[in-house]
């Protein structure tokens, strides 16, 4: 049995409480990896770190992701590029911090439908990379990189599009009920978001009630239709983004309420996902990561996700906002269990282009580590270092066990009831800014409870300096969120 972390006591740990057993954990090295393996990226919009049931849900039953884990490896110290959407899917997509390619903003947090910008056309993304390797390629659901021509997917390496160009609670209809509600939530009609095939519009207001549904039907057609090749799918749902949707067969189904559903149906299609890899007798040739762009919204209360015991949500750089329920499955190749080695979204294209021996151009910074080794069970972790940035300015630091957090700020859409006046509510969201920072250790303590600064001077020390060193590395660029 592989062990993932230098404590093997704890990935046994970890691996018994998945309800593995060592043979069946290790019945998967012996099988020869592909060359040229196929890779499924399945990204939720805003789940939180515990909504799912092998990350700790009580009340959402997820069959599918938590056999996924049981098969696979279930990974509890992975990272997004950014705690919301637009600056997350860029590290995603390019490998890099979202600071080098201009797509993070402390103006505007991500791109609206009245945005001019997007992922640069020389920004190399992961289909870019492999589709030169002869790789087949789709994007579905949410990209939110650009809806204008020259940034859509078919513009940066993908053969095919369907989906939302943006957030599904943009272009929201005038006069109709704030969605801050939770009043709104069957009717589609309030949100004018555009369905999107390739680079044409072909429904609007797209049927949001159905949209998980028929991104999965294309994507198990993508991957009917590009078996004999090696292929990319990037499958990104627009939920369980608020509003909250989901089809006939999922309403009021979960015990969890709405979200549940929604959670539960997203379920579903993974499973019909997997299933299909299987039954297509290609699953051994296919590694399947699933995450999520950011944390969950907690300013929606019932119809936000949950970030377990973590601290934070959507939008800040308390662990809930960036740490991500995350799920690697690759039949016959990796052995299951739990990985507690940190990695980020940033490092799946350096891992995929490993891989399948891609070559990566030598002119560009890349902010993402090649974990393939952690992936097959091979070697550790070559990442030590997460930056934590909120818009343009890392705010925390995390090295090893442990985080300093220099600045602190509230959540996304963060509203305080003592700043109302004059019947509005007044955004009270400054930074705080602390010297010396706060300092956490993750591995006792993930909660980010106990500030032990004063203890640790020497382990600050060491952080600042490497943010000093990583800021110097960072040249300005021009802002596509502010265009
Ligand atoms: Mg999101």
Redesign the pocket.
Known sequence: MKHFKTKSSIALAGMLSLGLTQQQSSFATEKEKPSRPNFVVIFA??MGYGDMGVYGHPTIHTPNLDEMAHEGQKWTNFYVAAP??TP?RAGLLTGRLPIRSGMCSDERRVLFPDSEGGLPPDEITIAEALKGNGYRTAAIGKWHLGHQSPYLPTNHGFESYFGIPY?NDMDKVRGTADHFTLAENERYQAYNVPLMRDDEIVERPADQRTITRRYTEEAVEKIKDFKGDPFFVYLAHSMP?IPLFRSEEFKDTSVAGIYGDVIEEIDWSVGRILETLKKEGIAENTLVVFT???GP?HIFKTHGGSSGMLRGA?GGTFEGGMREPTIFWWPGVIDSGVVMDMATTMDLLPAFCSLSNTQLPDDRIYDGYDVSPLILGTGKSPRDVVFYYRGEQVYSVRKGDYKAHFITRLEYGSKTAHFMTEGEFRVKDTPTHHDPPLLYNLSEDPAEKYNVAEEHPEVIADIRQILEEHKESIKPVENQLEK
């Open positions: 919009d805003d919301v959407s997350s957030s983004h999520s762009d950011n919204w959507k």
